[in-house]
């Protein structure tokens, strides 16, 4: 069983942080500091399907679920991360329920979907059966959509009726420039869409989430407060970033008052 689509449905928060870099190092190394799961984004970053491989098989090193964010609702693309068997893959800027339809279809086999067949890394390279594989997947992957524009929200009570849709997660800087606010996050008329949007999820009884690259206390309180079951919070280049600039820093002040 998916201990990330377990988790999901028991109603557990779930922690989890974005992999922008190339090295399966990353997914490992993370993948052992307990998060729920990764998420491996292939929408903003050079992550090509040679290098999702490597992430993944990281990232089963570490015992951590992986979802992959697809850039598109592109069906070869979409079909090439599916075959290598991550936990979960998330669909970004799905706006109407017919785009959710579409997306949702990607991922399942007919004659529930229009997903094609010949798994490779999803079923151990052979080791597993193909049948038993088939059988089982439409209710092992985790399949999450992006909430990131107003028209998405305002078709939420449509896109919601899909039983197929695992789980909904806010890009809110998209959304807000879907309104003509890039960045503004937290001003009114976002902050509106986004209590909108999750009193028809929580209503649905359907598990919501957000994408931040922020890790600031004051930030995840607040997204935790709106409600939200799912937090992606920071990226790796953020973590190397960070930790280095500590030490960077501390070993200057330890210099500096050596000298005096």
Not at 41 to 55: F, V, W
Not at 56 to 80: E, H, Q, Y
Not at 170 to 186: A, H, K, R
Request: include cysteine.
């Amino acid at each position: 069983m998916n201990t990330l689509k377990e988790k999901l449905k028991s109603g557990v928060k779930l922690a989890g942080t974005h992999i922008t870099m190339s090295d399966p190092c990353i997914s490992e190394m993370i993948g052992h500091l307990g998060f729920d799961f990764i998420w491996i984004d292939t929408e903003h970053s050079s992550i090509d399907y040679h290098t999702l491989h490597s992430l993944l098989m990281g990232a089963k090193s570490a015992d951590v679920p992986a979802i992959v964010r697809v850039p598109c609702n592109d069906p070869t693309f979409t079909k090439k991360v599916l075959e290598m068997g991550p936990d979960g893959i998330i669909f970004p800027l799905v706006n109407s329920a017919e785009e959710a339809d579409y997306v949702m279809k990607l991922c399942l086999y007919p004659p529930l979907g229009v997903r094609g067949f010949g798994p490779r890394r999803a079923i151990r390279y052979g080791l597993d059966d193909a049948g038993e594989y088939v059988n089982n997947t439409s209710k092992e992957l985790c399949r999450f959509i992006q909430i990131e524009s107003e028209a998405a929200v305002k078709n939420l009570p449509e896109i919601v009726q899909n039983p197929y849709i695992d789980g909904y997660i806010f890009g809110p800087n998209d959304l807000s420039g879907s309104i003509g606010e890039l960045g503004n996050v937290y001003g009114a008329r976002t902050t509106a869409l986004i209590d909108e949007a999750v009193g028809i999820l929580k209503a649905a009884g359907k598990p919501v989430g957000v994408s931040t690259g922020s890790t600031d206390s004051n930030v995840l309180k607040y997204w935790h407060s709106k409600g939200m079951d799912i937090i992606s919070s920071g990226a790796d280049n953020d973590h190397i970033v960070s930790g280095a600039r500590h030490v960077i820093n501390t070993l200057r002040e330890v210099q500096q008052r050596s000298a005096y």
